[in-house]
């Protein structure tokens, strides 16, 4: 049964904590559902921190700024004309390679991540490029490894909590988008894929609160409605496939 466990305050706007109980065209959301804000990686990894200066530094911050004001092709041309191999350029090469529809290039990219500092964020890629294939499996093993890595990231949570829910696995993206909604509850991506996954488990009385509490227009609602159902579609259709014959 769903209850509200507590209020909010500030940046929560209010909202109430709620416990839960508990395909291609799916796939095709992937992207339009992924927070591509490039945020600086943790440098709580000595390799990290060791080959950072202040110069490449600055470089680097400019960058992420041409990449959040989506102009990427711009962002790259700025890292080529950089020259830097540094773990943290090599991520942000990565996915503005993904973010152009370069995929082979970027996933090398990010697999070369995995034995560093920043496998974490090697990990999250692999697991985004992953879901937009429609290998959801493949997806969860990804973003569950980037979770172990980045148990703090907000984005990891929300896109691990969204590759469950596309596999049927309700429980286990409610306690993914719990968390990431206590890490940071006035994360939109976090509300909507809340709603979502109220939708989908049918539960309309406590998703109509939850907007309301996180101001999540009824536009919105309607277009994850429609995304809702094809997930319950795809889950009776995946129970149908595994359930004894």
Known sequence: ??????????ALLGLA????????????????????????????????????NPDQNVKLDLIRQLMDGGKLYAALAHLDANGSDSFQS?????????QTDRTEQAVSLYRKLLGGCLAGKGYHGLGLVAGRDNKISEAIDFLQKAAIELPLDVRVRNDLGYALLLDGQFEPARNEFLTALELDGGDLLAATNTVLLLLATGKEQEMQA???????????????????????????????????L
């Open 1 to 10: 049964m769903f209850m509200v466990s507590r209020m909010f305050n500030g």
């Open 17 to 52: 904590g709620i416990l839960l109980t508990g395909c291609s065209q799916l796939a095709s959301n992937w992207d339009l559902r992924a927070d591509n804000r490039t945020a600086a990686p943790l440098r709580n990894a000595q390799a990290c921190e060791a080959e950072a």
């Open 90 to 98: 090599t991520y942000l090469r990565a996915e503005i390679l993904r």
């Open 210 to 244: 939850f907007a309301a509490h996180m101001k999540i227009d009824s536009k919105t609602v309607d277009k994850l409605r429609l995304q809702a159902e094809e997930i319950k579609k795809a889950s009776i259709s995946h129970s149908t496939r595994v359930g004894p």
